[in-house]
């Protein structure tokens, strides 16, 4: 094994995981608004970051057909992408929360768990089916936005894609703003009262389904923007490529802290460097015994030693007392 080898990819290695946690943690926002408000996990939220990625590509693939994609500021080609991503995952957001889960507010909660979960299996074979009508495929790869590409030659072993620090600035924009919005405005001390006590916020004058709704639009919305920047940095997308990104935040979310916002970017960036260091490192340190592919057992692994010893995650569960 040469010390030199491990060394001079640090950086590298780091850089990517900061890169993959930061999109983890964008799609774990989605995750934290709703268990925050509602105690509840919408499992259903790795298809609406997915119909985000789909909203993107077929915007962009559409604007190539014109041959206009290429004539656009690459910042506001991102920028309307990114907003019609964050409107239709979010507006589906509603829309599953007022059909699928609402009518089962009181029920046990094992009962809107299994209604995610069949609304999870039902966008994915929407996806497709309209998919595969609309373009006779449903493997799309994201048209390449050229000014993207550049990257940024720090060292000789060091570069960055443009497109990897568009991931963190935005991730790091819509953490900040969510919080502001959580902590600041009156919105969010409507959305903080009904996660307390719903009862309570009502008699209060908070029409507590409105709230609901917003806090599953801004979820949504984190989502599809996640989508938009998942297929710019991966290229790749299918009706299920949803399915382990979204899994990996929510355990993230979970790492960090249900609930806990920050907790949510924490626990990303902790899980995007572990699997990062694992795809990179495994196949070194053991002489090839473990490559790449066994990074996911690693960063579970750590992840259940971390609720072992501390189950309200890194930065702490939220927990609401009610007298």
Same mark, same amino acid.
């Given at each position: ?77 991102? /920028?309307?992408? =990114?907003?019609? *991503?964050?409107? #239709? &995952?979010?507006? +589906?957001?509603? %829309? $599953? ?12 909660? /094992?009962?809107? =768990?299994?209604? *995610?979960?069949? #609304? &999870?299996?039902? +966008?994915?074979? %929407? $996806? ?21 590409? #550049? ?6 072993? $060091? ?165």
């Amino acid at each position: 094994m040469d010390l030199q080898i491990l060394v001079g990819i640090f950086p590298q290695v780091l850089l990517d995981g900061v890169s993959l946690g930061f999109m983890y943690a964008l799609i774990a926002l989605g995750y934290t608004m709703v268990y925050g408000v509602l105690e509840f996990i919408n499992f259903a939220h790795s298809e609406i970051f997915i119909a985000g990625a789909f909203v993107g590509v077929e915007i962009l693939l559409g604007l190539k057909s014109a041959g206009v994609l290429e004539h656009l500021p690459w910042v506001v080609l991102l /920028l309307l992408v =990114l907003l019609a *991503a964050m409107l #239709v &995952s979010g507006l +589906l957001a509603v %829309l $599953i929360e007022r059909v699928a889960y609402r009518p089962l507010r009181a029920a046990p909660r /094992l009962i809107p =768990l299994i209604s *995610a979960i069949g #609304v &999870s299996f039902f +966008l994915q074979d %929407l $996806i497709r089916l309209f998919e595969s009508i609309w373009r006779n495929a449903f493997n799309l790869v994201y048209p390449t936005i050229d000014p993207l590409t #550049v990257r940024f030659e720090i060292t000789s072993t $060091i570069d960055v894609p443009l497109k990897t620090l568009v991931v963190i600035v935005a991730a790091l924009v819509m953490l900040f703003a969510l919080q502001f919005i959580v902590k600041r405005t009156k919105l969010g001390k409507a959305i903080r009262a009904v996660a307390e006590d719903q009862p309570t916020a009502s008699l209060m004058g908070v029409n507590v389904n409105r709230i609901i709704s917003i806090t599953f639009l801004i979820g949504g919305a984190m989502g599809g923007a996640a989508g938009v920047l998942f297929g710019v940095q991966y290229g790749l997308i299918n009706p299920y490529t949803g399915f382990i990104p979204g899994l990996k935040a929510f355990t993230a979310a979970v790492l960090g802290g249900i609930g806990n916002i920050p907790g949510a970017m924490v626990g990303g960036l902790v899980l995007g460097v572990l699997e990062a260091f694992a795809a990179s490192y495994l196949s070194l340190l053991t002489g090839g015994a473990f490559g790449a592919e066994y990074k996911d057992i690693f960063a579970f692994s750590i992840l259940i030693v971390i609720l072992i010893f501390r189950p309200r995650g890194l930065l702490g569960e939220i927990v609401r007392e009610r007298t």
